[in-house]
């Protein structure tokens, strides 16, 4: 495989998070992906942003799903000001536009505790001219909390619901909630008024995740936990079936 050999810092990665959802024109996704994987990846990293993730949404042939971090607020509005201002997405930027229908469905999160984020220091980037093809499977779970406080629902979750993923077999990879300081960078919208619990776990491969699937659903219906989970939401959970492309470090 072509990886190259340089591993990432030895720290959580990161205090900020976008969880970025584009909706694209039919049939343009890979065009994005080509170009994000060859301009968009060194050149944001530069800035010290950490581009944590691309993914194919695998229920959606035209949604393009990414994940992007940041050391604090007014770090992320200095480095999105330095790249966006930037020779290269001066360059590439009509081109990227024309692929999207929507790129304003951003959550802007923060871990749900210290040790909650992603860990990225064993992770490898393929070389920009990698053909790797990946068989792992993310999913990022989207809990849209009631009046419950993110804190609040992050420690139900631990206590609660996470012991009986773990007994199915599955691992949460980070989870996350809203981070509610002000939008440092206005230019590029967020959700506001957002108030979400985010989980990420990670299946080696489609059939991992039918097994564990299968045992979490189960597992769910043998404890009440499963109607307090419903209580403390609003709206079905989103679910992202998501597959990293070739550079993507998770």
Request: charged share 25%; with cysteine.
């Amino acid at each position: 495989m072509d990886r190259i050999d340089e591993p990432m810092s030895d720290r959580a990665c990161c205090p900020v998070v976008e969880l970025r959802q584009y909706t694209l024109v039919g049939g343009r996704r890979e065009t994005l992906i080509a170009l994000f994987e060859r301009e968009f990846i060194e050149t944001q990293e530069a800035t010290g942003i950490t581009v944590i993730g691309q993914f194919r949404d695998l229920n959606n042939p035209d949604r393009f799903v990414w994940l992007r971090g940041f050391d604090d607020m007014p770090t992320r509005a200095r480095a999105l000001h330095e790249f966006y201002s930037g020779p290269v997405w001066k360059t590439h930027r009509e081109v990227a536009n024309a692929t999207m229908i929507d790129s304003d469905n951003v959550l802007l999160l923060r871990p749900a505790s210290p040790i909650s984020g992603f860990r990225l220091e064993k992770a490898r980037r393929a070389s920009i001219a990698s053909t790797t093809t990946r068989e792992d499977l993310f999913f990022a779970t989207i809990y849209h909390l009631g009046k419950i406080s993110g804190a609040d629902f992050a420690a139900f979750f631990e206590r609660e619901h996470q012991p009986r993923l773990t007994k199915s077999g599955v691992s949460v990879l980070a989870s996350f909630v809203t981070e509610t300081h002000p939008n440092t960078f206005p230019r590029l919208p967020v959700r506001e008024n957002a108030n979400v619990f985010v989980w990420f776990a990670r299946f080696l491969d489609s059939k991992a995740y039918e097994k564990c699937s299968a045992a979490t659903g189960e597992s769910m219906r043998e404890k009440e936990s499963a109607g307090e989970l419903r209580a403390l939401i609003v709206d079905e959970p989103e679910i992202l079936m998501l597959s990293p492309t070739a550079r993507s470090l998770l």
